[in-house]
């Protein structure tokens, strides 16, 4: 299952952290839920399918030059700093994830299992420059998660991802403290 997720990423605050979280969630849920579906009826093949169930979380970093065309500002942290912030924030989200999946093997066999893991992994990519909507092409997610307060042409995002044939779910996600953790409000250069 390959979850997108989009954004500037400008001045990366824990609610930057807080959607990557989310998203990861909500793809694992899904990855699990196809898994099953797939596996025979028997307890045993389902709860294997679901350990066995991969799952990519691909942040796209928007490109400098896209950020002034859309938003008429440059972003205040440039893109080579931006995409290394974000890749630091989804390798905690990696080893995050790891840890409580081997919690949750540990409750409920009583020990620590680490056989048939789930596959979690991440990236972090630009966007492209000319045609923001490349990366769709490209990565071909089965599941994109908005911000909460992202603002998307979601006519033409259904178009792209129509054209594209993907037919991939759009999912929005909570917002973890609006009112403190908004890249507008976290001036940190």
């Known amino acids: 299952m390959?979850?997108?997720v989009f954004g500037t990423f400008d001045n990366f605050h824990p609610g930057h952290q807080d959607y990557f979280r989310q998203a990861r969630r909500f793809g694992e849920k899904a990855a699990?839920?196809?898994a099953a579906k797939g596996a025979e009826a028997s307890r045993e093949a389902i709860k294997k399918a679901e350990a066995n169930a991969a799952m990519e979380l691909i942040a796209v970093v928007?490109?400098?030059q896209n950020v002034l065309?859309?938003?008429?500002r440059l972003p205040h942290e440039h893109e080579t700093r931006r995409i290394k912030k974000v890749r630091m924030a989804l390798?905690?989200?990696?080893e995050e994830g790891v840890v409580e999946s081997q919690r949750t093997?540990?409750?409920l066999s009583g020990r620590a299992d680490t056989a048939g893991q789930s596959v979690f992994r991440a990236r972090a990519v630009l966007g492209a420059i000319k045609n923001q909507w490349a990366v769709l092409e490209k990565y071909r997610p089965e599941i994109i998660c908005l911000g909460y307060d992202q603002k998307v042409d979601m006519k033409r995002l259904k178009s792209e991802i129509a054209k594209s044939c993907l037919g991939c779910k759009i999912k929005r996600m909570r917002a973890y403290y609006p009112k403190k953790y908004k890249s507008s409000y976290c001036l940190n250069t």
């Open 2 to 4: 390959r979850v997108m």
């Open 32 to 34: 699990k839920r196809f």
């Open 62 to 64: 928007a490109r400098d």
């Open 69 to 72: 065309r859309i938003k008429g």
């Open 91 to 94: 390798k905690d989200i990696m």
């Open 105 to 107: 093997r540990k409750s």
